[in-house]
């Protein structure tokens, strides 16, 4: 994985994300990170929860007799791993919309006082070639 802030590498153990207040305007101004991530560095942990997610849109779905996510019901609810092989694109907005805390608390474990950068919120989330890479806005701790 490569963490970028203003296109300079910095270490993930030294990043976490805000839980409270994710993706609310920052008082000053923010700083660009992007994540680069290979479909192989997502942990096993991610994936369950991914795998969790999709079962409970299906239940959900036969429940009320209606699909949140129609897409995702029309593929017959296929695992992730399926849709990041075959389809990129809800590949990214599941993470982008639904999935996103479950893959930043995969991904960085540094507690808050410990950090150098926050991720404050995800912009954009693209998957192509293999790779995931996620950017948005954070700030450095002072």
């Not at 079962?55 to 699909?67: N, S, V």
């Not at 129609?70 to 907005?93: A, C, I, N, T, V």
Request: hydrophobic letters at 40%; proline letters at 4%.
């Amino acid at each position: 994985m490569k963490f970028l802030v203003n296109e300079s590498p910095l270490a993930p153990e030294l990043i976490t994300f805000r839980e409270l207040g994710f993706g609310e305007n920052l008082s000053g101004d923010g700083a660009p990170y992007r994540i680069e991530l290979d479909f192989d560095e997502l942990t096993d942990t991610f994936q369950r929860k991914a795998n969790d997610f999709i079962e409970q849109c299906r239940l959900d779905d036969l429940r009320l007799a209606e699909a949140d996510i129609p897409k995702l019901r029309d593929l017959g609810y296929p695992s992730f791993q399926m849709l990041l092989k075959d389809e990129l694109e809800l590949s990214s907005e599941l993470i982008q919309d639904y999935l996103y805390f479950e893959l930043l608390n995969c991904l960085f474990t540094a507690r808050p006082v410990d950090a150098a950068f926050v991720i404050n919120d995800i912009g954009s989330v693209q998957v192509q070639d293999g790779e995931i890479v996620i950017s948005g806005s954070g700030f450095t701790k002072k």
